[in-house]
């Protein structure tokens, strides 16, 4: 099947719109892929967390915990969240053997009727009083992992209250002939700061109450990237829409003067010719 110069060029327009729509198309899909982040993440670890605000708050952030604390808690916080995420936190004892696996999920905003978490803030608690953990001291970790990705390992202690206080002793000086008695207390426990979270991949978070008005903005709608090339989209579509209804260059044909005959003789009549060239006759 051969096709002509007309049919060629109107085959080029097509595939020349074809081409640039599933290009944007492209684009546009990652894009609308990279807006699904979250980022700032800080954590926590920490005996206890405030629950009565949001996002939640750290009680008694420290490194070291006893076998008369309840738990030990990491708490986390990430923003700008505008998916559903996995969430892994791993516990491992002294002796490096996974203690405990904790899987849960982040859920999506459109759950809370949100376009994106503002603020999400998530804790997960190992119990220590009272249960194995608290027969285990000794250097601990927790790791916790994001869609897969490990975001934190943090160390911390776990101490036995029978080995880190020291009974009063009492040393006799004979020559002075007096008792001096020392008492040794156990360390005090160090405030842990928060740290920030080293973000491998995209990230997410919750709404605090005070954003819950500015959250149900569309998150597609404020990202710069994406309005510059849905204009630009708009722009490319009327220019292919102007291009296919442009109308065809007029080419002009001269119209053809039918040959004339003489009746009376037959003879060809000159074109314009009013008389038979032959017998002289008019020639209507």
């Known amino acids: 099947m051969f096709l002509n110069k007309e049919s ?51 009680i008694d952030p420290t490194t070291i915990f006893y076998d008369t604390d309840e738990h030990v808690c990491i708490l986390f916080s990430i923003e ?27 859920p999506h905003p459109s759950s809370g009727g949100y376009a994106y978490w503002a603020t999400y803030s998530h804790f997960k608690c190992l119990p220590i009083k009272g249960e194995d953990a608290a027969d285990l001291p000794g250097q601990w970790k ?15 202690e776990i101490r ?20 001096s008695s020392t008492t040794q207390s156990p360390t005090p426990t160090p405030i842990l700061p928060q740290q920030e979270m080293t973000i491998t991949t995209n990230i997410t978070s919750t709404p605090n109450q005070e954003e819950e008005k500015q ?21 490319i579509i009327i220019v292919l829409v102007i291009m296919f209804k442009r109308k065809k260059p007029m080419t002009s044909k001269m ?25 002289g006759k008019r020639v209507e």
């Open 8 to 58: 060629k060029n109107r085959f080029s327009q097509y595939w020349v719109a074809i081409s640039s729509i599933l290009i944007i198309l492209t684009i546009l899909a990652a894009c609308s892929q990279n807006v699904n982040a979250y980022e700032n993440g800080v954590y926590w670890l920490c005996k206890d967390v405030d629950k009565s605000n949001y996002p939640y708050e750290a």
């Open 80 to 106: 700008y969240v505008q998916t559903s995420h996995s969430i892994i936190i791993k516990w491992y004892d002294d002796e490096d053997k996974l203690f405990d696996t904790i899987n849960d999920q982040i």
């Open 142 to 156: 927790v790791e916790l992992y994001i869609d897969g990705n490990k975001q934190v390992t943090e160390f911390f």
């Open 160 to 179: 036995s209250t029978i080995t880190t206080t020291t009974p009063t002793t009492t040393t006799t000086t004979p020559t002075a002939n007096t008792t």
């Open 215 to 235: 959250v149900k903005q569309s998150s597609f709608l404020s990202n710069q990237m994406l309005i510059m090339l849905i204009v630009l989209s708009v722009i």
């Open 255 to 279: 119209q053809q003067i039918p040959n004339r005959y003489c009746i009376n003789c037959g003879a060809l009549a000159q074109s314009g010719g009013f008389f038979c060239g032959s017998c």
